[in-house]
């Protein structure tokens, strides 16, 4: 904008005065007496600046004081700038004066006509009068002048302006760039074609200011703020607008418009908080602006929710506008119908609204539309009388008002002055020039609806209203005008009519979305849009996205609903039908208790009961569902709501539908039935059919009374009801679905059951019937029909996106993996809504048949999608993950597995603090197992204790009840020896559940470990009496009673098993394990052998009894392996080289370890391995083990068993020394119970070479550990009896050879022959005699035992 008291200088370098700038955008935005106000502050600088004079004479006129103005006006009409727009405006001045001097304005067109052809007419006429004409809203006559401007310009050159007229981007001409004037009407050229509301003008709008930016100065405040307004006219490229307005600021700190235009591109982007930041920062700059308090009261109700906040901004709107803006009745106008459509008919806001619309009355009472916003905002508050005259006086006052006429006619069908209002719609109809209205054709399908009970008409209606609706909310720039346009208020009672004619239960899996239930949702979704923080919005979306069968979502919006008030009745109850939809009878009380008590209220409402009944009914409480559902039937609601024939004012109705009338009648006859009550169930049905014989629920009438003849067990009286229920009947289906029901259950007639959906399918081909007859088939176990139904549904519906996921289960059930996977990738191929649910379907079935590449692919792709906060998304990749992560785990990538279960982790989380579901315990029950399986990985795979420890108790934080992570962090206390502190966390388990079975045991394991022995048998009896089939705690008593010594024991549990479990006992593969162990640790492996060959191919004992037998053919005799002193004496005892029984047993070891899961090895397995490397005492293979072991222990530090196969590695290659270091690694260490055997073993083999070192102090040390362990180690008193023997306490080596003997049944030669030998030395010749006795009837041909001990016993006992 220029002034003529720039220089030319200035004017070159740019071209816009802001405080014109000011003026012109204030003027634009009608806010008069703001652009007055801006010219007189200016004036007191400028005060002979005759372009700020005449703009504040057009405020003034355009406040509708034309006198005044024309005063300003008259001394600037011969000012050469003002020649053409003084004049101009002294004639518009002039018309819309109460007298018009005609005389004046004839003059005055005359000095126009002849400025107008003056040769010296300047280019800042012409755009002062363009500026005129286009606030005067006469866009043509004002790009006409501007054009004349830019077809002269200043160049010179005839090409170059014909260049520039030609188009916008043409380049400009040569010297044009030093002519403000020039730039300045290619600048208010853009203005006036992005405002004058024609598509062609506006598109090429912004193509003017970037020329000015672009080729004159990219600073040029009107140009940047004109393509601000054109990207936010067109509602693109919203981040460049906000940059552009940024620039602004920067090169005009002091420009207050763009600080307000600042606060829109916010509000257009969605971003609240920096809404809220702009506008107190132009209340800091102008704390009267209008614009601030309007911005922070639409944050109030579009975001926050919160009415009274909202009104008392509002309340300071109405001061701001009264000091601003005193005579602006237009301002009021807008912003009483602005907030009264975003009210949600709240009174606290409504009043406030009301005052807006008086105040503009009170200001111009001749414009009838400032009427029908007063009455309008009477008729949301519910004042039909005050609404109604209100409107009749603005019809009167212009009777082609259309707003005035919809008004009357909305108020008349309210009241049920039917006939006056179809007169009225009839004249409507007549009136409009046009195809109808909006809001007549929403006036038309309530006029169907309560006029004429024509519910078909009335879809008809709505959705035409809806139609037109939908093509209006497109491109429109979000201010306030935006509210009014969109009509938020409106869309909801389209929202809620349409669904009023919806079905009012949840969607069954694969039914068609009813019409209307779309309509609805569409609606609803461009409100939460528009306000997203409307508590009732939020409601309604979730009631229809519960009708759509969408729990989750559902939950979602509800909780947003009583996020933004808590005290929403109806929310409450939504929270309780969703729970008891997902089947949880005990969250949907609890969600009706906390209802209660936020909002007492909510016992009013009749759906509240009927679902505490269904609830109380799920726990088999019929007593008190009856007595609920009694006391509902009368309340005064249900009685109201029957005489009630009109449209209800507000939305927060408590009376209740006839749907739930009728479900109320429904369920207290169910509830009668189920009481044995069937005089009484007969008695309301027959009162339903009464009541709603005649209305929409009747078939649910029918079908109950087929319900109430199975209860009754007239089972062919239900069949005869349902089979009249033809295809046209409204629960043809749920009629079907039932009498499937019966003959499967009643009539056992598998055919006929089929039969009904086969029926079903050929009558309605749905995607529902569809799959409810391949169901069928797959119950009654025939699933290659099923696919074949399946198949042909995938041919035949478009929309059958669910059926692949549907065919490919039914494979699999077959075991046609093959054809399953087919299936699955093609059904990839064709890019169904549910591909991501199908790759986690399909990585399943790959992760099962351990195709573990395909699985990482499948998955990933998945995964492989934008960041989402949809809890449905979030849940399916929190599967994603876990499944990735198992994969991981199981080809021992665990750095992948372990990342994999941490992204499966925190997106859980997401899921719990998005608050989708009001009961989060199924969701942390989640997150602990995804935590446990997290620990497992530390623990089993990476052996890292520490993170393991952190995981199993991040596990019990999220669910404290948890019981694997429970047991986890007992086993790790038990590896550390901190009995006590795995005992509390056990007792916790125990209290919490007495009967848990996994607690039990290890409580039972801990008071063992405590020295508690009889508590330890107790516990074990008591849980194996109730379930003798627990052979996991079987196998615990006999390791039990092995460390205890006390073996002898074992075979009353045993006993115990055979008699509680029967014969079945015998056919168990754990039972023979068990019995396995028993005869392994009381040295009978023959018979071990027998018992875990029984059990080896089993899948859950298979593989422990697998190690067990290797182990028996690698050492059968239970030797120290590595040892020298034992076999030292047994060479001398007369024992032999290895035999070829000896390398039969490593042959067949070998052939047992190739039975065991190979991919991966175990590290137990590769152990063993090593072992029968070893055991062919050939030094290659020896090494090889030794190298073996070395790798193991590189990968996890102090591995017990490694550390114990390297020692006997280096005693096999006479290596003591070497030996005997690793040994004393392992005595260093915690003893704990995953590697007893292995420290039993390494004490054992220490021992021995002390003993060969002639240290029996260190050696019997070692042996007490080993026994305080296991007090049945018969090597351990072995070994003691030697060093006694050595020591000659021959006495002393009987006692220790006694418990070895006795605790290897007295059937080891060795042992019998050393304890006979001591007995003769400890001169205890009878109990020799009877020692040597027992050996030789076992083996009649041991060497020595004879000549050497029994006959010298003998001899000495006759002496």
């Avoid at 000015?212 to 509602?235: H, I, P, Y």
């Avoid at 490229?237 to 591109?265: C, G, T, W």
């Avoid at 067990?713 to 295809?727: F, H, K, S, T």
């Avoid at 396995?1076 to 298979?1102: I, V």
Wanted: charged share 25%.
């Amino acid at each position: 904008m220029f002034s003529n008291n720039d220089s030319g200088q200035a004017a070159a370098t740019n071209s816009s005065d802001p405080v014109l700038s000011a003026v012109i955008y204030y003027c634009q935005r009608s806010l008069y007496n703001s652009a007055y106000k801006q010219c007189e502050l200016a004036l007191r600088r400028r005060t002979s600046d005759p372009v700020l004079m005449f703009w504040k004479a057009i405020a003034l006129m355009m406040q509708g004081r034309p006198g005044e103005s024309l005063r300003e006006l008259e001394p600037l009409q011969e000012k050469r700038d003002l020649i053409l727009a003084a004049p101009a405006a002294m004639i518009y001045a002039h018309e819309h004066c109460k007298l018009v001097d005609q005389e004046a304005v004839h003059e005055l067109n005359a000095k126009l006509t002849i400025a107008n052809s003056a040769s010296n007419l300047s280019d800042k006429a012409l755009v002062q009068t363009a500026l005129f004409h286009w606030m005067t809203g006469r866009h043509a006559d004002a790009r006409a002048l501007l054009k004349r401007v830019i077809d002269s310009g200043n160049s010179g050159t005839s090409s170059a302006r014909n260049s520039v007229s030609k188009t916008p981007q043409a380049s400009g001409a040569a010297g044009t760039s030093s002519n403000s004037t020039f730039w300045t009407a290619v600048t208010f050229m853009g203005w006036v074609d992005l405002t004058c509301g024609q598509e062609a003008h506006v598109s090429k709008s912004i193509s003017w200011f970037d020329k000015v930016l672009d080729e004159f100065n990219s600073k040029d405040l009107d140009a940047m703020m004109g393509r601000l307004q054109c990207l936010r006219t067109t509602r693109q490229k919203l981040a460049v607008a906000l940059d552009i307005n940024s620039q602004i600021i920067a090169y005009h700190n002091s420009f207050i418009p763009a600080y307000i235009e600042r606060m829109y591109v916010m509000l257009e982007m969605g971003s609240w908080e920096l809404v809220v930041e702009a506008a107190q920062r132009v209340s800091t700059m102008s704390p009267d602006c209008v614009d601030t308090y309007a911005v922070l009261c639409l944050n109030e109700l579009c975001r926050e929710g919160r009415s009274k906040v909202a009104a008392n901004h509002l309340s300071n709107l109405n001061l701001a506008i009264s000091k601003t803006e005193p005579l602006n009745a237009g301002l009021y106008f807008s912003m009483a119908q602005a907030f009264s459509r975003l009210s949600g008919r709240k009174e606290v806001i409504l009043e406030q609204t009301v005052v807006l619309a008086s105040k503009a009355i009170e200001i111009d009472p001749s414009k009838s539309e400032y009427k029908c916003e007063l009455a309008f905002n009477h008729f949301l508050l519910g004042n039909l009388d005050r609404s109604t005259e209100i409107y009749k006086t603005a019809f009167s006052q212009n009777s082609h008002d259309m707003a005035a006429i919809q008004g009357l006619i909305k108020c008349f069908i309210y009241k049920g002055r039917f006939d006056e209002a179809e007169d009225q719609i009839e004249f409507l109809d007549a009136v409009q020039s046009t195809s109808m209205s909006a809001e007549t054709a929403y006036l038309s399908s309530l006029m169907a609806k309560y006029r004429h009970n024509n519910f078909e008409k009335q879809t008809r209606y709505l959705k035409q209203s809806y139609e037109i609706v939908r093509k209006s909310l497109n491109n429109k720039i979000l201010g306030l005008n935006y509210y009014v346009k969109t009509n938020p208020d409106f869309m909801m009672d389209l929202a809620l009519d349409f669904l009023e004619n919806c079905p009012q239960v949840a969607r069954r899996e694969g039914e068609v979305l009813h019409p209307s239930l779309v309509s609805a949702y569409e609606i609803l979704l461009q409100i939460i849009k528009i306000a997203p923080g409307s508590a009732e919005a939020a409601y309604t979306l979730g009631k229809t996205r519960y009708l759509m069968g969408d729990f989750v979502a559902a939950q979602s919006m509800v909780n947003t609903c009583l996020k933004l008030d808590s005290t929403h009745a109806r929310a409450h109850v939504l929270t309780a039908q969703i729970q008891l939809s997902n089947g949880n009878a005990r969250a949907c009380l609890a969600s009706l208790d906390i209802g209660l008590s936020n909002n007492f209220e909510v016992r009013h409402i009749l759906l509240f009961h009927i679902l505490k009944a269904k609830a109380l009914k799920a726990q088999g409480n019929n007593d008190d569902a009856l007595k609920t559902l009694t006391a509902a039937m009368a309340m005064p609601s249900l009685r109201e709501s029957e005489d009630r024939q009109l449209p209800s004012l507000t939305r927060s109705d408590v009376l209740p539908s006839m749907s739930e009338k009728a479900t109320l009648y429904l369920e207290l006859a169910d509830t009668f039935s189920k009481a044995k009550n069937s005089a009484e169930a007969s008695r309301i049905i027959d009162e339903a059919n009464r009541i709603f014989g005649n209305t929409t629920e009747a078939h649910r009438i029918v079908l109950a009374n087929a319900n109430l003849c199975i209860e009754r067990g007239e089972i062919d009286a239900a069949l005869v009801i349902l089979a009249n229920m033809g295809p046209t009947h409204q629960s043809f289906i749920q009629a079907k679905v039932q009498m499937a029901s019966i003959y499967l259950n009643h009539k056992k007639d598998r055919k006929a059951y089929a039969r009904c959906y086969s029926d079903l399918y050929e009558r309605n081909k749905t995607i529902e019937s569809c799959i409810l007859l391949g169901e069928a088939y797959m119950n009654i176990q025939e699933p290659e029909k099923a696919i074949e139904v399946y198949e042909n549904g995938l041919d035949a519906f478009d929309d059958g996106a669910i059926l692949p996921c549907k065919i490919g289960k039914a494979l699999v059930k077959t075991h046609d993996y093959a054809r399953a996977i087919s299936y699955y990738e093609t059904a990839l191929g064709r890019n169904y809504p549910n591909s991501s649910s199908l790759r986690y379907d399909l990585g399943e079935l790959y992760f099962k048949l351990k195709n573990y590449e395909d699985v990482e692919r499948v998955a990933s792709e998945a995964l492989d999608h934008s960041r989402s906060d949809d809890v449905a998304v979030l849940a399916l990749d929190t599967k994603l993950h876990i499944l990735l992560a198992k994969t991981h785990r199981a080809t021992s990538k665990f750095e992948s597995a372990v990342r994999s279960f941490i992204k499966a982790r925190d997106t859980q989380l997401r899921i719990i603090s998005s608050e989708t579901v009001s009961d989060i315990s199924e969701l942390k029950m989640a997150a602990s197992d995804i935590c446990f399986e997290l620990g497992e990985t530390y623990c089993n795979c990476m052996h890292d204790k520490n993170q393991a420890l952190v995981c199993y108790n991040e596990a019990i934080q999220h669910y404290n009840m948890h019981q694997k992570a429970t047991l986890a962090l007992c086993r790790l206390s038990i590896s550390k020896n901190d009995i006590t502190a795995a005992q509390i966390q056990c007792t916790s388990l125990l209290k919490a559940d007495p009967d848990n079975q996994a607690a039990t045991l290890m409580m039972a394991e801990l008071q063992f470990l405590n020295n508690s022995y009889e508590n330890a048998v107790a516990h074990y009896k008591s849980l194996l009496e109730k379930q003798p089939t627990l052979y996991s705690a079987l196998r615990k008593v006999v390791e039990m009673m092995r460390r205890a010594g006390k073996m002898a024991d074992a075979t009353a549990f045993f006993e115990i098993c055979e008699k509680v479990g029967g014969k079945a006992v015998f056919l168990h593969a754990g039972y023979h394990f068990c019995k396995g162990l028993q005869y392994r640790y009381t040295n009978s492996p023959n018979e071990a052998l027998k018992e875990f060959n029984f059990a080896r191919r089993d899948s859950e004992w298979g593989v422990e009894a697998l190690y067990n037998m290797v182990e028996i053919f690698l050492n059968p005799d239970n030797e120290t392996m590595g040892g020298d002193v034992l076999e030292a004496a047994t060479d001398s005892s007369g024992s032999g080289d290895q035999t070829d029984a000896d390398i039969l047993a490593l042959l067949t070891a070998d052939k047992l370890l190739k039975e065991l899961p190979q991919n991966p090895k175990t590290v137990r397995t590769q152990i063993l391995e090593c072992h029968s490397w070893m055991a062919t005492k050939q030094k290659s293979e020896i090494e090889r083990a030794l190298n073996h072991f070395t790798q193991i222990l590189q990968e996890e530090a102090d591995h017990v068993p490694s550390l114990l196969g390297i020692a006997v590695a280096y005693m096999l290659l006479k290596q003591p020394p070497r030996a005997r270091n690793q040994l004393k690694r392992i005595v260093k260490m915690d003893w704990n119970v995953q590697h007893s055997d292995d420290f039993e073993r390494a004490w054992l083999l220490l021992a021995d070479i002390h003993i060969q070192g002639g240290k029996y102090d260190l050696a019997t040390d070692l042996l007490k550990r080993c026994l305080a362990q296991n007090k049945s180690c018969s090597k351990a008193y072995e070994y003691m009896g030697y060093i006694m023997e050595k020591e000659a306490s021959y006495k002393d080596a009987a006692e220790s050879y006694t418990s070895a003997w006795k605790l290897e049944r007295e059937s080891n030669a060795t042992i019998g022959f050393k304890l006979a030998f001591n007995y003769l030395k400890a001169k205890k010749f009878v109990e020799a005699i009877e020692i040597c006795h027992k050996v030789l009837r076992m083996y009649p041909d041991y060497p020595k035992i004879r000549k050497e001990i029994l006959e010298k016993a003998r001899s000495s006992l006759r002496m």
